[in-house]
């Protein structure tokens, strides 16, 4: 069962102003790539262990998720998630956990606001704002609905990013 769950915001993307493309292909930065190894290389350094690295098929969130993964040693766990896309709420997460049972700790990789709102939605309530990178990690308390405590918000900003 699903004790952890760690929820990351894909690192800085191309700007829409300047992407010509469809958006869900707009990529990672090189400022973005950086600032998501330095966010990655914390995890390592806080020894995080996932079992599950799902993210939305957006391209900066994939990236992102590779990006991680490889730090963590947990390249071949990533897989993609319709679920994750824009507009990803608390009922697509408890979807998710109700498909990974074995798991015990899951990292989900998306995007704002969704990620702010399920997190708000796990712990009760509250405002919490997830930076371009941000990573939250719920513990989660069983109950009939997804529901947790947050351990911690790290930024890119509080590594000086």
Do not use: C, N
């Not at 708000?120 to 941000?134: D, H, N, Q, V």
């Not at 911690?152 to 590594?159: E, F, K, M, Q």
């Amino acid at each position: 069962m699903v004790s952890r769950v760690y929820l990351l915001r894909h690192g800085p993307a191309g700007s829409h102003g300047e992407w010509m493309a469809d958006d869900d292909l707009r990529p990672l930065t090189e400022k973005g790539r950086e600032a998501i190894r330095a966010v990655a290389e914390q995890l390592a350094h806080a020894d995080v262990r996932v079992d599950r690295i799902l993210t939305s098929p957006l391209t900066r969130a994939l990236e992102t998720a590779e990006i991680v993964a490889q730090r963590l040693g947990a390249a071949k766990l990533v897989d993609i998630d319709a679920r994750i896309s824009p507009g990803f709420d608390s009922e697509d997460l408890a979807g998710i956990l109700s498909d990974h049972p074995e798991a015990g700790a899951l990292m989900v990789v998306g995007h704002e606001p969704d990620l702010s709102g399920v997190t708000s939605a796990l712990i009760g309530g509250g405002s919490i704002e997830f930076k371009k990178g941000a990573v939250a990690r719920v513990d989660l308390v069983p109950s009939g609905r997804p529901a947790g405590s947050l351990v911690w918000l790290i930024t890119p900003g509080s590594l000086g990013l």
